[in-house]
């Protein structure tokens, strides 16, 4: 676990990088992540702690910091070198309904929150390019990692989200993956 979260350390730390430190320009800030890509449903199964079914809803605003281990060296502390009270990033937490479990220990019914990055706060809009914000109340196929203290988050961008619908699950966004019900059988 320990290595996931400085994963995430340093990717949110080279987000901030890239995005000025969360700095409005003209009203938005964009965020650029480096989020791993995957060839096939069976290695996005494969990396999720948790891949439910579940509806959306009840979207806040919310700021994640990132944790270092102190020092000036990015690759061990991904603040080092942030401005002091400069270096959250802005996200948006959803609650989810959960409907169906393909992989993890939750149950259907159980409510789990999930974080996109992006969003609005204080006026200014943070975004992601490539990133497909979430529709409150639309059920979606979702593969996550989960954190004893952050909400979880998608593995991928658009990869790791799908529409449910009534024939399957429709890919969001420029994903070219396709899901079905085999995939997800255990």
């Known amino acids: 676990m320990v290595g996931r979260m400085r994963k995430f350390a340093v990717i949110a730390a080279v987000t ?7 700095r409005p320009f003209g009203g938005r800030v964009v965020y650029q992540g480096d989020y791993p890509s ?20 009840d979207p806040r605003d919310g700021v994640l910091y990132p944790s270092g281990a102190g020092g000036t060296d990015p ?5 080092a070198g ?11 937490i959803w609650t989810a309904t959960v409907t169906q479990v393909h992989k993890g220990r939750t149950k259907p019914g159980a409510l789990i ?17 490539g990133a497909v914000p979430f529709a409150e109340g639309t ?3 979702l593969f996550l990692e989960t954190y ?16 449910v619908e009534p024939t399957g699950y429709r890919p969001v966004g ?3 993956l396709t899901v079905t019900a085999a995939d997800l059988a255990n």
Do not use: H, M, W
């Not at 690759?75 to 603040?79: A, L, R």
């Not at 942030?82 to 948006?92: E, L, N």
């Not at 990055?117 to 200014?124: I, L, P, S």
């Not at 004893?148 to 529409?163: E, K």
């Open 16 to 22: 901030l990088a890239v995005a000025g430190c969360g």
């Open 82 to 92: 942030a401005p002091p009270g400069d270096s959250g990033v802005v996200i948006t």
């Open 113 to 129: 929150e999930v974080q996109q990055t992006g969003g609005e706060r204080d006026g200014v809009v943070y975004e992601q390019p």
């Open 174 to 176: 420029d994903n070219t």
């Open 38 to 57: 995957y060839a096939t449903v069976a290695e996005l199964v494969d990396k999720a702690s948790l891949v439910v079914e579940a509806t959306l809803a």
């Open 148 to 163: 004893p203290d952050a909400p979880a988050s998608l593995l991928n961008p658009t990869q790791a989200q799908y529409v």
């Open 139 to 141: 059920p979606y196929l």
């Open 75 to 79: 690759v061990t502390d991904p603040q």
